[in-house]
């Protein structure tokens, strides 16, 4: 399928581009060369959850649709920012013209971004370091992302009731920025957020985060998962406890059980980004970058890529264009 009809089915618009707002290193600025001139790209996520798998899928789309790029698919094996910084010692090491990465820890990471990217472009996806020399920002903006889960959420308790929120790292900036948009989207309603319980992306402290809190609040009315493995994690844990429809659950991304549990209503509804073109935006827009295409980063710096809420009644439909994006129909 081509990749038009697939933008067009998701309501995604090469139109929604907004911009951050920092400079890009000389030397990545240098390194711009006219052309077709071969280059060796990388994406780095940070951490191993089914999410990246859709994003992968959108940087072969790219390499298909650019001539002589390669591109580096790399997973940290531990979702740490000392991995992160490895991965890239190493990415460096083999001479990668630019690298797309989520860091994981962005106010402690300015140096080691700063460093990089005195030697390659650097852009980073899914999560950001606005403080660092990093050149432009593929993703989501997660302050609004939380503001229309909180949204859902007040749809689903209208007569109020204590929530937890979950995440694997509250200091990561798409964490923070999230939890900021849930917070205002929940101020004056009467839902009271208990507390964020943090599992460092560990998907069994995650599924007993939740357990714990379904035994120590009984009367919790309302989760919510900030990353990708929360809501399959919450999900489970309160199948487990018999509370399915009773504590109601709002998450983030397309995890297979997460749409599953949308579909049979065990989750409310699920706010989901748009990782396939993080993949395809990010790969796409370097290699212009670097052939000398500066127009490809706007002034302010920040592609932005809309989020989606994904509901009973949207999810067939969802599906199916998502499995239409990983080959799978």
Not at 271 to 287: D, S, W
Request: glycine share 8%; net charge negative.
């Amino acid at each position: 399928m081509k990749l038009t009809s697939i933008l067009t089915g998701l309501a995604l618009s090469a139109l929604l581009l907004t911009g951050c707002n920092n400079q890009s290193s000389s030397s990545a600025t240098s390194s711009a060369s006219p052309g077709d001139k071969p280059l060796h790209l990388a994406f780095l996520t940070n951490n191993a959850a089914n999410f990246w798998t859709i994003a992968r899928a959108g940087t072969v789309q790219a390499t298909k649709e650019l001539d002589g790029v390669t591109v580096d698919f790399v997973i940290p094996s531990e979702a740490t920012a000392a991995d992160q910084k490895s991965k890239i010692d190493d990415l460096l090491a083999k001479g990668v013209d630019g690298i797309a990465m989520s860091p994981i820890d962005p106010a402690n990471q300015v140096g080691v971004i700063n460093d990089a990217a005195s030697q390659a472009l650097i852009f980073t996806q899914d999560s950001d370091a606005p403080n660092s020399n990093r050149t432009c920002y593929i993703g989501t903006d997660n302050k609004a992302a939380g503001l229309q889960a909180g949204a859902e959420l007040k749809q689903a308790l209208p007569n109020g009731g204590k929530i937890m929120v979950f995440v694997g790292k509250i200091d990561a900036q798409n964490a923070k920025d999230r939890f900021e948009g849930l917070k205002e989207a929940l101020q004056g309603s009467n839902i009271t957020i208990l507390d964020v319980k943090t599992d460092n992306t560990d998907t069994v402290k995650a599924k007993s985060n939740a357990t714990d809190t379904i035994v120590t609040v009984p009367d919790i009315a309302g989760m919510v998962g900030l990353w990708s493995y929360n809501g399959p994690a919450i999900l489970n844990a309160v199948k487990d406890a018999g509370k399915v429809g009773q504590i109601k659950i709002v998450c983030f991304d397309e995890d297979p059980e997460t749409l599953a549990g949308v579909k049979d209503g065990s989750i409310y509804a699920t706010v989901v980004q748009q990782p396939f073109e993080f993949g395809r935006l990010a790969i796409t827009n370097m290699a212009k970058y670097l052939r000398g295409d500066k127009s490809v980063v706007p002034d302010n710096h920040t592609i932005i890529v809309p989020t989606l809420i994904i509901d009973k009644s949207k999810v067939d439909d969802f599906s199916t264009k998502l499995n239409q994006m990983l080959g799978k129909s």
